[in-house]
């Protein structure tokens, strides 16, 4: 999350509403329903973990074991597990 100045991108008379309620704090203000977006899809971080787990579970169906996957991509045996056997 951004840090942004009221003051910079707010009209005058909505500083001066806000300020009636908050004065030199933080104010969330959520994304509308519609527009948000879901956890990865901004970043792409979402795609790349769904590409590592296909390729995970690719090399255990070509007979590569757990453990060996495991190492390979530094997850723990339990993270490799879900990741193989979640539908």
């Known amino acids: 999350m951004k840090y942004l100045n009221a003051q910079v991108i707010l ?3 909505l500083v001066k509403e ?3 309620y908050v004065q030199g704090g933080y104010i969330y203000i959520p994304v509308i ?3 948000q ?3 990865g899809e901004v970043s792409g971080y979402k795609k790349e973990l769904e590409k590592r ?3 995970i579970k690719e090399e255990y169906q070509s007979g590569i074991s757990m ?3 495991s190492e390979k991509y530094c997850l723990s045996l339990y993270a490799v ?3 193989i056997y979640k539908k």
Request: glycine share 0%; hydrophobic share 25%.
């Open 18 to 20: 806000l300020q009636s």
């Open 81 to 83: 597990r879900k990741i």
């Open 11 to 13: 009209p005058d008379a």
């Open 53 to 55: 787990n296909r390729q």
């Open 67 to 69: 453990e060996c996957l």
């Open 33 to 35: 329903r519609d527009r």
């Open 37 to 39: 977006k879901r956890w």
